[in-house]
């Protein structure tokens, strides 16, 4: 989880829980002038965009961009824009020029997949972390990895927010935060992490209430690898269809910058089958029964989907547990906003349920934070 605070009586941002749309809004503010300072439960930076590393069992490390498998832009929005000519300039940015399809489970055939083909379709390299990553380290952005927020505490004499630790540690006083966690202020943080939310939701009556009607859909990726390339599947990306377990499959293996020796794939569930398996199981992190039960599932269905598909030389499950938002909450202004107390929440929760939503959002909530702190 990530999010920046802004400005210490000295200029700091602070945002705990890293994310596209935190990462975003602190290097936008950091170019204004703005010191960050990020907080980030995790290892590393990326939420969905993050990619995960293994150890397969010959040693080997795997690579998995087990999130957003890659991101599409069709706002045409000058900033979003600009950003992807940096971030391509930067090498961190690139084309995926593979070919998609859709999958009928039922008649065991591929099927057009217009929507997909008609959009670039953009990767980080070499991974989908390398953006964010590269965000985190820019001059005025001081990034702070495995460092969990437990409190943000609003004070009302001083005019400043204090954040404390998940271990109790005092983590500074700050002139202003930004939020990209949706579950910041929402009960359900507490049902998975077992502690209260790090914000009351009376520090902020007039987002609090948007903030806990936010739907999301849960969802179980799989990562597999194969000690050789799948050449009888005519296509890097799957949509499935008519399917109760399976929603999608990507072949990472076929991004820029991978690995090409063997191949990577990594399965999406369907909604509705990550809400039976939490419906059984809870929201608290999901044991490694459910997890091999969850990945034996979908690849079960990968395999008996009749693509010839082999056994692979590794396989490993992850939750994603209210990462896909399933509704928007400020699409107007693209952020939340409370001016006096210096306060925004951007995330693509706020925008549209995707990697462009989240940098929307962050561009918002960065330029109303400029507007009080930048040059």
Same mark, same amino acid.
């Given at each position: 989880?990530?999010?920046?605070?802004?400005?210490?009586?000295?200029?700091?941002?602070?945002?705990?829980?890293?994310?596209?749309?935190?990462?975003?809004?602190?290097?936008?503010?950091?170019?204004?002038? @703005?010191?960050?300072?990020?907080?980030?439960?995790?290892?590393?930076?990326?939420?969905?965009?993050?990619?995960?590393?293994?150890?397969?069992?010959?040693?080997?490390?795997?690579?998995? *961009?087990?999130?957003?498998?890659?991101?599409?832009?069709?706002?045409?929005?000058?900033?979003?824009?600009?950003?992807? *000519?940096?971030?391509?300039?930067?090498?961190?940015? /690139?084309?995926?020029?593979?070919?998609?399809?859709?999958? *009928?489970?039922?008649?065991?055939?591929?099927?057009?997949?217009?929507?997909?083909?008609?959009?670039?379709?953009?990767?980080?390299?070499?991974?989908?972390?390398?953006?964010?990553?590269?965000?985190?380290?820019?001059?005025?952005?001081?990034?702070?990895?495995? @460092?969990?927020?437990? $409190?943000?505490?609003?004070?009302?004499? $001083?005019?400043?927010?204090?954040?404390?630790?998940?271990?109790?540690?005092?983590?500074?006083?700050?002139?202003?935060?930004?939020?990209?966690?949706?579950?910041?202020?929402?009960?359900?943080?507490?049902?998975?992490?077992?502690?209260?939310?790090?914000? *009351? /939701?009376?520090?902020?009556?007039?987002?609090?209430?948007?903030?806990?009607?936010?739907?999301?859909?849960?969802?179980?990726?799989?990562?597999?690898?194969? /000690?050789?390339?799948?050449?009888?599947?005519? @296509?890097?990306?799957?949509?499935?269809?008519?399917?109760?377990?399976?929603?999608?499959?990507?072949?990472?293996?076929?991004?820029?910058? $991978?690995? @090409?020796?063997?191949?990577?794939?990594?399965?999406?569930?369907?909604?509705?089958?990550?809400?039976?398996?939490?419906?059984?199981?809870?929201?608290?992190?999901?044991?490694?029964?459910?997890?091999?039960?969850?990945?034996?599932?979908?690849?079960?269905?990968?395999?008996?989907?009749? =693509?010839?598909?082999?056994?692979?030389?590794? =396989?490993?499950?992850?939750?994603?547990?209210?990462?896909?938002? /399933?509704?928007?909450?400020?699409?107007?202004?693209?952020?939340?906003?409370?001016?006096?107390?210096?306060?925004?929440?951007?995330?693509?929760?706020?925008?549209?349920?995707?990697?462009?939503?989240?940098? =929307?959002?962050?561009?918002?909530?960065?330029?109303?934070?400029?507007?009080?702190?930048?040059?």
């Amino acid at each position: 989880m990530q999010q920046p605070a802004l400005r210490k009586p000295h200029h700091t941002l602070h945002s705990t829980y890293l994310y596209v749309s935190g990462a975003v809004c602190a290097s936008a503010l950091a170019k204004n002038g @703005v010191s960050v300072t990020l907080f980030e439960s995790a290892r590393g930076p990326g939420g969905r965009m993050s990619q995960r590393r293994e150890i397969g069992e010959d040693g080997k490390e795997l690579c998995f *961009d087990h999130g957003a498998p890659f991101f599409t832009v069709s706002s045409g929005d000058p900033h979003v824009l600009s950003l992807l *000519d940096e971030w391509k300039a930067k090498g961190l940015l /690139a084309e995926w020029n593979a070919n998609f399809g859709a999958y *009928d489970c039922i008649s065991k055939k591929f099927l057009p997949f217009d929507q997909e083909a008609s959009s670039k379709k953009y990767v980080g390299v070499p991974g989908m972390n390398s953006i964010c990553r590269a965000l985190c380290h820019e001059p005025g952005v001081e990034s702070k990895f495995g @460092v969990g927020v437990g $409190r943000l505490e609003w004070l009302e004499d $001083r005019n400043l927010w204090s954040v404390t630790g998940l271990d109790g540690q005092h983590l500074g006083h700050y002139e202003g935060l930004v939020a990209s966690d949706k579950n910041i202020v929402f009960p359900r943080f507490t049902g998975v992490s077992g502690s209260p939310p790090p914000l *009351d /939701a009376k520090s902020i009556p007039e987002l609090a209430a948007m903030l806990q009607e936010i739907l999301v859909n849960p969802c179980f990726a799989v990562m597999l690898a194969f /000690a050789e390339p799948l050449h009888l599947i005519p @296509v890097k990306g799957i949509l499935f269809k008519h399917s109760e377990i399976l929603s999608c499959a990507f072949c990472d293996s076929s991004k820029i910058g $991978r690995p @090409v020796t063997g191949e990577n794939w990594v399965l999406h569930s369907s909604a509705e089958y990550a809400r039976g398996i939490i419906s059984q199981t809870g929201l608290q992190k999901p044991s490694s029964a459910t997890l091999t039960k969850v990945a034996h599932d979908l690849f079960h269905e990968f395999q008996s989907s009749g =693509l010839a598909v082999p056994q692979p030389k590794f =396989l490993k499950a992850h939750r994603w547990g209210s990462a896909f938002p /399933a509704a928007s909450i400020a699409k107007e202004e693209k952020c939340l906003w409370v001016k006096k107390k210096r306060v925004a929440i951007c995330g693509d929760f706020c925008v549209s349920p995707n990697v462009e939503g989240a940098i =929307l959002s962050g561009i918002a909530a960065s330029s109303k934070l400029s507007e009080i702190f930048g040059k």
